[in-house]
């Protein structure tokens, strides 16, 4: 990779690019293009001026001769062309002229600079001269030869492929849409040409349809929101420990267009504290979604001065707590240098932290300004790359849009488009071809060089998202205290799932074990007695992850009893909300797999727990549950569930003997869709020869190798667990 | 609404402002065209191009310079 275009350009403000005499002479063009452009607006404003009219009257000759010349001067093939510009009338005119296919002589000189500008990447890129096909549509395009230009343009999508076809025209993909967009009969696209060809802003329109760019922007929608998140172990092991350019722009590729950013505190070599803001790409896949790094974002970036990225990156700040007026530096890639400048360009962000680096890599930030004067800004773009010519100015440009920025312009033997754009791509060409740019770049980024004292990855939003289980399980909490720590209680599950199976147990051992509880008789069943087992995965709760099975014998609660025979009639009440049902289970046998959960489980359930490896896995069709390791088996419920009536997943009422022989109640609060299985076809195995309690138990009840009489599962639930209250039964 | 004659002449004013800016226009050209000519990096394209901008312009300026009379012109008449 070799050439003058790979020289960055820092000092003198004018590189050897923007200054080569093709664009010099482009430049000049430009100048004399809005110099005739003027005369015709001038001319058009003294046509359409009332004053001519009324005085008419006074001088009707004069008058009307007057008017015949500046008509004609504004519509004269050979000299200003068709010529009226500004003003309602003038817009207008101008606009049906376009439709009509007449041009004007400031389009003519125009189009003109924007040829010497492609000669001129021309004579940096030879293979495009070479190049039949470009040649072709490049001709064609100034000439003004639409179906040529269109016939040209499929040969060369034909002939190369869309990637390639892109890849090799991206160097004058600017020049040759706004050339397109000059000359044609489309009157919306030509404002956006002529910003442009005279380098006046970033383009406002798509050049082709002359869509408003705006308006797509404008469906970029949302105040933008950051919630922080972990990255994997993998991922964290690949974070650069050291802060350098290439360890942002590393750390920006471990990150990956996942919608998330990374900021770090690195302490320099003065022992000061800086902070690195690290901003990917656009994410993959549609059009918009919930994250604001996705195409809609990374045009509104391009676009807009704020944007829902921008505003989710500075969430993102806030949050990270930097300290009024710390040292910032800001490294984007793609849309997130875009977003990134944004946030330069934002004065009130600026006020609050002092930005002082700003490295922008394949992104198009020509028309963006940083708030601080003093913020030093490096913008590293590959020629080949589309992506940073959206603005409108690309390797063609003829203005130095920004003499104060470092520009690192340059082109490597990799022509494709979009692996040249992708950040992997960038750090190899900062890696290998260009050291000069890169050792300048991490010179001047030396207060951020030393070790990273703190890392946080944050989740982008456009929309600050809806909090996990709003609003059942937005709720008060208290702390309690746990083995390791305060626990925070209700314990809030945000996805769980659970499968409650109830069994007609020996009515005698039920009896026996409810015997002076004060819970009165077993809820019965055709001379047995209803037993419920009940396991759950909870997999997200405020305590993490855990799985648990419990035994319950079926009561009517404190101080009611249900005749046997009746008791089917009444087990409506067994479907109640916890807060207005009497009945629930008696704990006769809990399991749970974590120790933590397991340390609160007299506070839960009002008993205690058994701690032991547990499995849940629940289908549409089946159940797989069983307690114990692989050697020390306990049980196993497993089989098919039947056909299955949707019905609400039930709360769950817990009973237990506590201290000193107190009746404690438990609640678990339960939302979520379920199923009731009428004809289960499960069975529950205790396993021969366990010795533990439970297995014991479940013995004693009749429950090994007894099929359920029913079962309710619940594939997705959320459930409020708190902790277990006395109830006073004497 | 009574006729108001210096607007008409200030129009005419700008005009010829506008034809003598063309005319430097055309000056201008020739002299970018001349001088890629000479460094030799002249597109083959370019010559022709240019000599249909100047040739525009020379008109342009003449016809924007005529325009300018007439007004001035319509301005005296009108304040009369």
């Keep these: 990779m070799t050439g003058p275009e790979n020289e960055p350009r820092n000092e003198p ?55 015949r010349t500046l008509l004609h001067a504004l519509t004269d093939g050979g000299a200003l062309g068709y010529a009226p510009a500004g003003g309602r009338l003038g817009t207008l005119a101008a606009r049906l002229g376009t439709l009509a296919g007449q041009e004007s002589l400031a389009v003519r000189v125009l189009a003109t600079s924007l040829r010497l500008r492609i000669a001129a990447v021309a004579t940096e890129h030879p293979e495009l001269a070479r190049d039949p096909l470009i040649v072709r549509l490049v001709e064609a395009a100034a000439a003004d030869r639409d179906l040529e230009a269109v016939r040209a343009l499929r040969a060369l999508l034909k ?393 319950g014998l079926v009561v009517a609660g404190p101080w009611r009893s249900w005749s046997p025979r009746l008791g089917p009639l009444r087990g409506a009440d067994l479907l109640r909300r916890a807060d207005r049902r009497s009945s629930g289970g008696f704990m006769a046998g809990s399991v749970v797999d974590t120790a933590a959960v397991h340390a609160m489980g007299a506070r839960l359930w009002g008993a205690g727990t058994y701690l032991a490896p547990l499995e849940f896995g629940l289908t549409a069709r089946s159940v797989r549950v069983t307690v114990g390791g692989p050697g020390d088996r306990l049980l196993a419920l497993h089989g098919l569930l039947g056909p299955g009536l949707p019905v609400n997943a039930l709360d769950l009422v817990g009973y237990a003997r506590g201290a000193a022989g107190k009746t404690l109640r438990s609640c678990v609060r339960t939302r979520g869709r379920g199923r009731l299985h009428p004809l289960p076809r499960l069975r529950l195995t205790v396993q021969p020869g366990s010795a533990h309690p439970l297995a014991h138990r479940l013995r004693e009840l009749g429950l090994d190798g007894a099929r359920p009489l029913l079962c309710l599962s619940a594939g997705t639930r959320q459930t409020l667990q708190d902790a277990a209250v006395p109830v006073p039964t004497h | 609404m009574p006729a108001d004659p210096t607007v008409i002449a200030a129009h005419a004013e700008v005009l010829q402002s506008d034809a003598r800016a063309l005319a430097d226009c055309a000056e201008r050209l020739q002299t970018i065209e001349a001088r890629l000519e000479a460094d030799g990096i002249a597109p083959r394209w370019l010559r022709e191009a240019v000599n249909a901008h100047l040739a525009a312009c020379a008109a342009a300026a003449a016809d924007l310079s005529a325009a300018a009379a007439h007004l001035s012109r319509y301005a005296e008449r009108a304040r009369r």
């Excluded at chain 1, 004018?14 to 430009?30: C, D, H, K, M, T």
């Excluded at chain 1, 015709?40 to 000759?61: E, I, K, Q, V, Y």
């Excluded at chain 1, 002092?354 to 590959?382: L, M």
């Excluded at chain 1, 005698?508 to 759950?536: D, E, F, I, N, P």
């Design chain 1, 159 to 551: 002939d190369r492929g869309v990637v390639r076809a892109l890849s090799q025209i991206a160097p004058v993909f600017g020049e040759v849409l706004a050339l397109r967009a000059l000359l044609d009969e489309n009157p919306l696209n030509d404002r956006t040409a002529w910003l442009i060809a005279t380098g006046g802003g970033h383009a406002t329109a798509d050049p082709i349809t002359g869509i408003s760019n705006r308006a797509v922007a404008a469906l970029d929608t949302g105040a933008g929101a950051a919630r922080r998140t972990s990255l994997t172990a993998a991922e964290t092991a690949r974070l650069g420990s050291e802060a350098s350019l290439l360890g942002f722009l590393r750390n920006i590729s471990v990150l990956g267009t996942t919608g998330r950013v990374l900021i770090q505190s690195v302490e320099g070599p003065d022992g000061v504290v800086r902070h690195v803001v690290q901003a990917p790409g656009m994410r993959a896949g549609h059009l918009d979604h919930d994250s604001p790094q996705d195409l809609l974002g990374a045009f509104s970036s391009t676009v807009l001065d704020s944007n829902p990225y921008s505003r989710a990156l500075a969430a993102a700040v806030r949050d990270y707590g930097l300290p009024q007026g710390a040292e910032v530096a800001l490294i984007g890639h793609s849309a997130g240098g875009a977003a990134i400048m944004n946030l330069a360009q934002d004065a009130g962000f600026c006020t609050r932290h002092t930005v002082t680096h700003v490295v922008a890599v394949g992104a198009p930030v020509d028309f963006k300004r940083p708030a601080d004067p003093r913020t030093w800004i490096a913008s590293v773009t590959n020629q080949h790359d589309i992506v940073p010519t959206l603005d409108g100015q690309g390797a063609g440009a003829c203005f130095d849009l920004h003499p104060g920025w470092y520009v690192v312009d340059y082109s490597d033997a990799t022509h494709l488009f979009p692996l040249c754009h992708g950040i992997d791509r960038y750090i190899a060409n900062l890696a290998e071809d260009l050291p000069e740019a890169r050792e300048l770049m991490d010179a001047r980024l030396a207060p951020y060089r030393g070790p990273v004292v703190r890392s946080q990855a944050y989740r982008l939003f456009d929309h600050a998202p809806r909090p996990g289980g709003f609003p059942f399980l937005i709720v008060p909490t208290y702390a309690v205290d746990g083995p390791d720590g305060p626990v925070e209680l209700p314990i809030r599950c945000e996805d769980g799932s659970a499968l409650t199976a109830y069994f007609a147990a020996d009515a005698a051992a039920v009896a026996r074990l409810l015997h002076g509880t004060g819970l009165g008789g077993a809820v019965g069943v055709a001379g047995r007695a209803l037993v419920t087992v009940h396991a759950s995965w909870n997999r997200r709760t405020s305590v993490g992850g855990y799985r648990e099975l419990h035994v």
């Design chain 1, 13 to 67: 403000p004018n590189g050897p690019r923007i200054g080569s005499p093709l664009r010099e002479a482009a430049r000049e063009l430009v100048d004399v293009a809005t110099t005739i452009r003027l005369a015709g607006a001038h001319a058009t404003a003294a046509l359409t001026d009332g004053a001519l009219l009324t005085a008419l009257p006074h001088a009707p000759a004069a008058g009307l001769l007057a008017h």
